[in-house]
């Protein structure tokens, strides 16, 4: 069975400070990792996706996610934060064996100040 | 990335009415639709998985006599909800992926269409 958890449903940060969403996954094959992005009222934009290549994923909007194995985890972070960056996260899990099909995690609220 | 559209983005409706929703996916061949279930402040639940020119599976607890869903091409899947009720009200979202090479790609996703049943 494969899972996701995101450690915070909500995160605070000010403009222009270093944005971290926590995520950690269970699969017990190899995973596939997306971080999506769901503005108000929106359908879900992917944000970056990890599928065995490079460790370190680049995405749209400044965002990357590193894929630690060791730690089970896939954090998502970016230098600056920006006011459009508020949004809800979801980090979620998908493997081969399990027909591909996307397991979501509970998301995480992000809030940007001024 | 890749376009997907649904149609309504909302819809009002009377209990005991039918509503239709479209999934099209504008710029690729779907051989997968899915559709999906977000209720406010919470995460995205998988309602039934369809591929074209087969019966979609359902999740686990997902009446499909209550949630009808047709994928009649490469680029469109319908769900019905009939007989609407007001516990039916919830933000829908459809999703698609196509194959290339026989490797299978990314899910998008649609803009979701919000249905509020009184």
């Known amino acids: 069975a494969q899972s996701v958890t995101q450690l915070d449903s909500h995160v605070s940060v000010s403009e222009g400070t270093p944005v971290l969403l926590r995520c950690n996954y269970s699969?017990?094959?190899?995973?596939?990792l997306f971080w999506y992005v769901q503005h108000p009222n929106k359908g879900l934009q992917l944000l970056l996706k990890?599928?065995?290549?490079?460790?370190l994923v680049k995405g749209i909007n400044g965002f990357e996610a590193e894929f630690k194995k060791s730690e089970t985890s896939f954090h998502l972070t970016k230098p600056s934060a920006h006011m459009s960056d508020a949004a809800e996260y979801f980090c979620v899990v998908s493997f081969t064996g399990g027909g591909n099909k996307l397991t979501f995690g509970t998301g995480t609220q992000l809030k940007v100040e001024l | 990335g890749a376009v997907v559209s649904q149609h309504p983005s909302r819809v009002i409706c009377k209990s005991g009415t039918s509503v239709k929703i479209e999934c099209r996916s504008l710029d690729f061949q779907a051989t997968t639709m899915f559709w999906y279930r977000q209720f406010p402040k919470q995460s995205l639940m998988l309602m039934a998985t369809?591929?074209?020119?087969?019966?979609?599976?359902?999740e686990q607890g997902v009446e499909k006599d209550k949630f009808l869903i047709n994928h009649a091409s490469l680029t469109l899947s319908t769900l019905t909800v009939t007989s609407a009720h007001p516990e039916d009200s919830s933000f829908y979202i459809c999703?698609?992926?196509?194959?290339?090479?026989?490797?299978?790609?990314?899910?998008?996703f649609g803009p979701g269409t919000r249905l509020l049943v009184l």
């Open positions: 990890y599928t065995s290549a490079a460790t």
């Open positions: 699969s017990s094959y190899s995973p596939s």
């Open positions: 369809s591929n074209e020119g087969s019966k979609a599976t359902y």
């Open positions: 999703s698609a992926r196509g194959t290339s090479g026989g490797l299978v790609e990314t899910q998008y």
